[in-house]
């Protein structure tokens, strides 16, 4: 086992890391002939190491650079191998379990940043596992982790694709997987055991379209999704074809008084765009609903005085720009849910350090509790809705980062049914 960064080899004990980052640790090696190198941060060699979060938690930055490029192969966060001079056999595998407590996040990588952050594996020996009531959000690759994953509590959310031989999910459990076009889960030879709830959510930009979810031809099984449950966002799931079905995403404009209603279809998509964000929409709805529904129109309502009066109670600098209201025809019907995603921008920020507000019938913004589905992928924030109350957020950065988001635009979003 080598350790690199955050003081490792002096703040590991009994093989737990507990609440030590990892960020911007290198690996550089030249002329590699075999995979038993890299690990930008860790390489984890036939033993058993656990990385503990107590709070939130984010490892960035971390390089496996291979002959002078950053190679994914190679583990820029965590690199995994069986140690062949162990005895007895039976030991050889390496295996890291990430434990978070309850109301804790660690977020490994970020969105977009390719090279940088990966989990891989030498073979298929090693074992991931997630403990604890918490979150795991890895944005980074997964691809090249050959072995089992292991979901055994809490929350765990794939921005990126898996590749994984074996996965299980434990009853009690969730296993988030972002598609982002065909082989999601990226192993051809998959076994697959659903017992909690699995999820399948729509990226943002994706185009309309049947993707694949498994290289493995054999996850059409039915028989792995029968003791489980399976909850798409965006998209419908048909397992005898290993498709993931998405639809072409409705479109909306801010404050454009001609637009027609908007009908959107079950499982369906929205993008809402704004002038102040030019280059992704400013909102992206994921509808997980048989049902239908309709959207009035979108209107900025940022000169919300009580919304202003509880971000800036939150703590000095916190940033804020903007509230937005959804007219709907309809509530949400029960069991039917939104996942929510304000668009942030590129960063690297502790889960913890967004707070998400809704709004009260008197008109008062208060702290939002136990949400559901919280991830940030290092560019879009989201969360889970059942119903459609008034929702904002605000971004309370470090002390460090604050200079370089002295111009970040901070979205607030709400949600009013029509009375009829």
């Avoid at 590699?32 to 690990?39: N, P």
């Avoid at 072995?147 to 434990?170: F, Q």
């Avoid at 007219?327 to 967004?354: P, Q």
Wanted: charged residues 20%.
């Amino acid at each position: 086992m080598r350790l690199y960064g955050g003081n490792a080899p002096s703040r590991v004990e009994n093989n737990v890391f507990t609440d030590v980052g990892f960020t911007d640790n290198v690996a550089s090696v030249y002329n590699a002939t075999s995979a038993t190198v890299g690990g930008g941060a860790v390489f984890l060699d036939g033993a058993v190491l656990a990385f503990k979060a107590t709070k939130d938690m984010t490892y960035s930055g971390n390089a496996a650079v291979i002959n002078g490029v950053n190679d994914d192969r190679y583990g820029g966060f965590l690199m995994m191998n069986k140690n062949v001079d162990t005895n007895p056999p039976a030991e050889n595998y390496a295996k890291a379990i990430f434990d978070t407590d309850r109301g804790a996040t660690l977020t490994i990588g970020t969105a977009g940043r390719t090279g940088c952050d990966s989990i891989a594996s030498v073979d298929g020996s090693s074992i991931v596992e997630k403990r604890g009531e918490g979150k795991l959000i890895v944005n980074s690759s997964m691809e090249h982790f050959k072995g089992s994953l292991i979901v055994g509590g809490g929350d765990m959310t794939a921005n990126n694709k898996l590749g994984a031989s074996s996965i299980s999910i434990a009853s009690g459990a969730a296993l988030g997987v972002k598609v982002f076009g065909n082989a999601a889960l990226s192993s051809s030879s998959l076994a697959f055991d659903n017992s909690g709830t699995f999820k399948l959510v729509a990226a943002e930009g994706l185009a309309a379209g049947s993707y694949g979810v498994s290289a493995d031809s054999g996850f059409a099984s039915g028989d792995k999704y029968i003791n489980g449950t399976v909850k798409t966002f965006g998209g419908t799931f048909d397992a005898a074809a290993n498709s993931f079905i998405v639809a072409e995403a409705k479109k909306i404009t801010i404050d454009d008084p001609i637009q027609p209603k908007t009908n959107v279809e079950e499982n369906g998509r929205v993008e809402i765009s704004t002038s102040s964000v030019a280059d992704a929409p400013a909102v992206v709805m994921n509808f997980s609903s048989n049902n239908e529904y309709a959207i009035n129109s979108v209107t900025d309502v940022a000169a919300d005085e009580k919304f202003v009066e509880a971000v800036s109670s939150l703590e000095e600098g916190a940033l804020m720009a903007g509230a937005y209201d959804f007219n709907l025809e309809t509530e949400l019907a029960e069991g039917d849910s939104v996942s929510l995603s304000f668009y942030i921008g590129a960063g690297s920020f502790n889960l913890g350090s967004f707070k998400l507000f809704h709004q009260n019938g008197d008109g008062t913004w208060t702290l939002m509790e136990n949400v559901e589905g919280v991830t940030y992928d290092g560019n879009y924030l989201s969360f889970e809705v059942t119903h459609f109350s008034s929702y904002g957020f605000a971004l309370v950065p470090e002390p460090a980062a604050f200079a370089a988001l002295a111009g970040l635009v901070i979205l607030v979003f709400s949600a009013h049914r029509r009375r009829v």
